[in-house]
C-alpha cells in the first residue's frame, strides 16, 4: 500500500524559513519521480516543484525559483523541500505526490506565512 506522510509545515513570518519533509512507503521510492503541489485557500492545485528518480534533475514553477529546494534521500524513502524567503502568497496546503500511474498523495501539510 502506498503511503506518503508529509510534515514539517507551520506558521512562519515573512522571510521566513521552513523545510518539508514526506516519508514514503509501500513503494519503489527510488524508481519515482516525485512532487511538491500545493493549493491555497479558494485555489485549485499549483504544482511547486519536481525533482527525477535520482535525484539530479530538479523544477521549479517560476514564483518559487531561487527560493525553494527540492531534494530526495532515497536510502531513506524520503522527499524535502526546502523553502526560503517565504512570502504570504506561499500560504497553503502542501502536498507531496507521485503522480505516475494512478498517483498517490499525502494528507498535506499546511504552511502559513503571516506576520
Known amino acids: 500500500q502506498v503511503q506518503l506522510v508529509e510534515s514539517g509545515g507551520g506558521l512562519v513570518q515573512p522571510g521566513g524559513s521552513l523545510r518539508l519533509s514526506c516519508t514514503a512507503s509501500?513503494?519503489?521510492?527510488?524508481?519515482?519521480?516525485m512532487y511538491w503541489v500545493r493549493q491555497s485557500a479558494g485555489k485549485g492545485l499549483e504544482w511547486v516543484s519536481s525533482?527525477?528518480?535520482?535525484?539530479?534533475?530538479?523544477f521549479y514553477t517560476d514564483s518559487v525559483k531561487g527560493r525553494f529546494t527540492i531534494s530526495r534521500d532515497n536510502a531513506k524513502n524520503a522527499l524535502y523541500l526546502t523553502m526560503e524567503s517565504l512570502r504570504s502568497e506561499d500560504t497553503a496546503l502542501y502536498y507531496c505526490?507521485?503522480?505516475?500511474?494512478?498517483?498517490?498523495w499525502g494528507q498535506g501539510t499546511q504552511v502559513t506565512v503571516s506576520s
Open positions: 509501500g513503494f519503489d521510492f527510488s524508481s519515482y519521480w
Open positions: 525533482i527525477n528518480s535520482g535525484g539530479s534533475g530538479t
Open positions: 505526490a507521485r503522480l505516475a500511474g494512478a498517483g498517490s
